[in-house]
């Protein structure tokens, strides 16, 4: 069975990308014995959100380091963290989806554990949001909802 967490990651985009990467370091770095079968895609809005993600990524959180690809580039079945945007097509099983784009995917009941990232702007991305928690109770989950706090990432 799927479990969701509505993560709230900040009032600005920029805010939300370091958010993630924070959370995939402490994913990634919970249980190394665990992370080949724990792999996780990170889903952006777009290709520039992607690449804006994956450089970030190259150093933060400057603590560790996070092995990582863009689903685009080769060898990526390599890795155990792919970062994806709607219209790219992933052939893997992942455990973990880290939703950056307001919007969840149709599949996101594939993965063990989805992380649905809200954007508080009072706008777009939150509304957005609002949505996408409502398709999750309507697809017979309760979602629980996490207020931002260092303590949860």
């Not at 920029?14 to 959370?23: G, N, S, T």
């Not at 950056?100 to 990232?117: R, V």
Request: glycine share 4%; hydrophobic share 30%.
């Amino acid at each position: 069975m799927s479990t969701v967490s509505f993560l709230k990651a900040g009032d600005t985009e920029e805010k939300a990308i370091d958010f993630v990467c924070k959370l995939t370091g402490r994913i990634t770095y919970e249980d190394l014995s665990a992370i080949d079968s724990k792999k996780i895609n990170i889903r952006c809005n777009d290709a520039e959100q992607a690449s804006i993600l994956n450089e970030r990524l190259w150093g933060f959180p400057e603590d560790i380091y996070i092995p990582h690809k863009i689903t685009t580039e080769k060898n990526s079945k390599n890795c155990n963290v792919l970062i994806s945007y709607p219209g790219l097509k992933n052939e893997e099983d992942f455990f973990y989806l880290i939703n950056l784009n307001p919007q969840i995917p149709s599949n996101y009941c594939d993965f063990k554990k989805t992380y649905q990232i809200v954007i508080t702007d009072n706008s777009t991305f939150q509304n957005t949001a609002r949505e996408s928690y409502k398709k999750c109770l309507g697809d017979g989950l309760k979602p629980e909802f996490i207020e931002e706090n260092e303590k949860n990432i």
